[in-house]
């Protein structure tokens, strides 16, 4: 062909593109799912997978379960994955200077390993001319960037030391001295990738201070409680939950229930607050229960600001626990405060004379002044309490890339036991996609476009069928943004004799509930679901169902996005009946150990961070099980 006649056919084939592509993507854009249904699924998904808190028959029997479920949580998801030395064993303290205040107690600086190689900065609060055996409380603090030096912080440990108690202060991952996005709380999927746990890094990051605390010399074992605000009071609920050390329990606007977290969606929280299969075994209701008969406060703020307002708490998360504590013979010990002054996300006064009151009503014989002692002078600067950390402490991903150096395992299996096992990992269902019209067939130039509701009996998602008049051959399109949003493709596709089938799996385009994509894809993870197994299987469905329904033989996939690109390079993977002759991917890079590098983030791509998947599969692994399915 000349260089003239085929610049006259492109532009032949380009014509098209430019008349249709704006017509085309008002008629794509148009919706196929019923008014929120993409949200009503999703909260049903996620509902009916969380398991109901059910008393026993008697207390004794509770603590029982208790004990069972406390190991399970442990096991099969704070630890699962997790190298034996991480938790066993002992780690080392660093004790550095110590700030003598004058006032009736000391600041001790120190720092601890919560795991090999990740020092974690604290500060103890001692009183002075300590004698004997006195109560120990671990203060853990949430997301506020001035960590350990917040000033409602402060006094609470200064007003714990100046009433006889040792106050441990901690800091927390991203705040204050570990500030910095090479903490971001969303790097713990790196390791969940890896199959190891990345929750495990914030329970041993508060274990270990507890280790601390408790191996004082002058610390009363049987008077130890822990306290925090927000992630201080989520922390505060899944160390004392399942680590029985922790006598007393004061966590202040910190969880509720999942189902008030999937209904008020300022409560969802961050991805350590969902970790993968949590609430497939215990809500937070449940980890609630497993404090009784030890005595516990619930702190909560009439106008929480940023969550968990207390109304919306009361029901799901402290009303069912009450019959655990009133069957132990213990109601007054389990309270539940609603603090209105100043009713905002706080740990201010109203909220720390609380916590004074509950430590004087169960260690004290409720003898003592329960104000807080005025303390203001007293409290210091970041600079003056700062401690230091290690010039190469640990972070998330550089743990991750430790594990990643050895995988994937290598896999002398065959292509049936391949499949089995990535199967496993994307808890795998064969599903059996439906379709019925959706509304008249649209006209756009010289393509036809069929809207189809496209159902699984869980998910029902949208799909199309854009037919040129003449076409030569049919490939299948999934898109990150949703097919709606490849208008331009699409139209080029068409103009070159192409017939495209496009549809959007769960959680992409139309089929994406409402906010934000990682937290939809947690709330799916922590019941136990796998987001990308889900939009695998529905892909290698959708792929089945057209197949038939358009009497398609070497189906052509095509994605646009590493999200769809994975899914539809795992559909193929496990394509028993090679439907898929060729997945073409689009920034999918050649290795999943990339997604551990700055610039690819958890909450763009937060499905492709699959527990465990690259423990057993990378990349080229799926693409040889895709070309081995071939030759068979």
């Known amino acids: 062909?000349?260089?003239?006649?085929?610049?006259?056919?492109?532009?032949?084939?380009?014509?098209?593109?430019?008349?249709?592509?704006?017509?085309?993507?008002?008629?794509?854009?148009?919706?196929?799912?019923?008014?929120?249904?993409?949200?009503?699924?999703?909260?049903?998904?996620?509902?009916?997978?969380?398991?109901?808190?059910?008393?026993?028959?008697?207390?004794?029997?509770?603590?029982?379960?208790?004990?069972?479920?406390?190991?399970?949580?442990?096991?099969?998801?704070?630890?699962k994955g997790v190298p034996e030395a991480w938790y066993n064993g002992q780690r080392e303290v660093e004790w550095l200077e110590?700030?003598?205040?004058?006032?009736?107690?000391?600041?001790?600086k120190l720092r601890y390993e919560a795991l090999p190689g990740l020092w974690i900065p604290a500060l103890l609060y001692e009183p002075d001319d300590l004698k004997g055996k006195v109560p120990a409380v671990l203060n853990v603090n949430g997301h506020d960037s001035n960590g350990k030096s917040a000033k409602y912080k402060q006094l609470r440990c200064i007003n714990l030391a100046k009433r006889g108690m040792l106050a441990l202060n901690t800091e927390w991952l991203?705040?204050?001295?570990?500030?910095?996005?090479?903490?971001?709380?969303?790097?713990?999927?790196?390791?969940?990738?890896?199959?190891?746990?990345?929750?495990?890094?914030?329970?041993?990051?508060?274990?270990?201070?507890?280790?601390?605390?408790?191996?004082?010399?002058?610390?009363?074992?049987?008077?130890v409680a822990m306290t925090g605000l927000s992630g201080g009071g989520?922390?505060?609920?899944?160390?004392?939950?399942?680590?029985?050390?922790?006598?007393?329990?004061?966590?202040?606007?910190?969880?509720?229930s999942l189902r008030q977290r999937v209904i008020n969606r300022d409560s969802i929280g961050d991805l350590e607050q969902?970790?993968?299969?949590?609430?497939?075994?215990?809500?937070?209701?449940?980890?609630?229960?497993?404090?009784?008969?030890?005595?516990?406060?619930?702190?909560?703020?009439?106008?929480?600001?940023?969550?968990?307002?207390?109304a919306t708490v009361r029901p799901n998360t402290y009303e069912p626990v009450v019959p655990f504590y009133r069957q132990a013979g213990v109601e007054r010990a389990f309270e539940f405060y609603e603090n209105s002054d100043p009713g905002t996300h706080n740990y201010e006064l109203d909220n720390r004379q609380q916590l004074y009151r509950f430590?004087?009503?169960?260690?004290?014989?409720?003898?003592?002044?329960?104000?807080?002692?005025?303390?203001?002078?007293?409290?210091?600067?970041?600079?003056?309490?700062?401690?230091?950390?290690?010039?190469?402490?640990?972070?998330?991903?550089?743990?991750?890339?430790?594990?990643?150096?050895?995988?994937?395992?290598?896999?002398?299996?065959?292509?049936?036991?391949?499949?089995?096992?990535?199967?496993?990992?994307?808890?795998?269902?064969?599903?059996?996609?439906?379709?019925?019209?959706?509304?008249?067939?649209?006209?756009v130039g010289n393509l036809t476009v069929d809207r189809f509701l496209l159902s699984d009996g869980t998910w029902e998602f949208p799909g199309v069928v854009v037919t040129p008049e003449d076409f030569s051959q049919t490939v299948i399109l999934v898109a990150d943004s949703g097919y709606a949003e490849q208008a331009d493709w699409i139209a080029k596709l068409t103009a070159e004799g192409t017939r495209v089938v496009c549809f959007d799996p769960v959680f992409m385009g139309e089929a994406n509930p409402p906010?934000?994509?990682?937290?939809?894809?947690?709330?799916?993870?922590?019941?136990?679901?796998?987001?990308?197994?889900?939009?695998?299987?529905?892909?290698?469905?959708?792929?089945?169902?057209?197949?038939?329904?358009?009497?398609?033989?070497?189906?052509?996939l095509l994605a646009q996005g590493p999200r769809s690109s994975l899914a539809a390079l795992c559909a193929a993977a496990v394509d028993e009946n090679n439907l898929i002759a060729d997945v073409q991917t689009d920034d999918l890079p050649e290795t999943l150990k990339a997604f551990f590098r700055p610039g690819r983030k958890y909450d763009r791509t937060p499905e492709i961070y699959c527990f465990g998947l690259l423990e057993s599969f990378d990349i080229p692994q799926l693409t040889q099980m895709h070309a081995a399915s071939r030759k068979q």
């Not at 509902?47 to 379960?65: D, G």
């Open 1 to 79: 062909m000349s260089r003239i006649a085929a610049v006259v056919l492109s532009l032949t084939l380009l014509a098209p593109v430019g008349l249709f592509a704006e017509e085309l993507a008002e008629v794509l854009k148009r919706p196929i799912l019923p008014d929120g249904q993409a949200a009503r699924q999703h909260i049903e998904f996620v509902t009916k997978r969380i398991p109901k808190l059910k008393p026993a028959e008697s207390a004794e029997a509770w603590q029982t379960q208790a004990r069972a479920l406390r190991e399970k949580v442990r096991s099969d998801v704070v630890f």
């Open 98 to 108: 110590t700030i003598e205040t004058g006032k009736g107690y000391s600041i001790k």
């Open 174 to 223: 991203r705040m204050g001295e570990l500030r910095g996005s090479q903490y971001s709380h969303d790097d713990l999927a790196a390791l969940d990738l890896c199959g190891v746990s990345g929750l495990s890094v914030f329970y041993l990051a508060m274990s270990r201070g507890l280790d601390v605390l408790t191996a004082h010399p002058h610390a009363d074992l049987d008077r």
């Open 234 to 256: 989520w922390q505060t609920i899944i160390l004392s939950s399942l680590d029985m050390r922790i006598k007393v329990s004061i966590p202040v606007a910190g969880y509720s």
């Open 274 to 310: 969902n970790p993968t299969d949590l609430v497939s075994i215990a809500d937070y209701a449940h980890l609630t229960a497993l404090l009784a008969p030890r005595p516990a406060l619930l702190i909560y703020n009439v106008t929480d600001d940023c969550c968990f307002k207390s």
């Open 359 to 443: 430590l004087t009503q169960h260690w004290l014989d409720a003898k003592g002044s329960t104000a807080e002692i005025p303390s203001e002078e007293e409290v210091k600067t970041a600079e003056e309490l700062k401690v230091g950390i290690p010039a190469h402490n640990a972070t998330f991903r550089s743990l991750a890339e430790q594990f990643a150096q050895k995988l994937p395992r290598d896999m002398p299996l065959k292509l049936s036991e391949m499949r089995h096992r990535l199967k496993n990992i994307l808890r795998w269902e064969d599903r059996q996609v439906r379709g019925e019209r959706a509304g008249e067939k649209a006209h």
């Open 515 to 556: 906010g934000s994509l990682y937290q939809n894809v947690q709330l799916a993870a922590t019941v136990g679901g796998r987001p990308l197994g889900i939009q695998a299987s529905q892909i290698l469905a959708t792929v089945r169902l057209a197949s038939e329904y358009l009497t398609l033989s070497d189906v052509k």
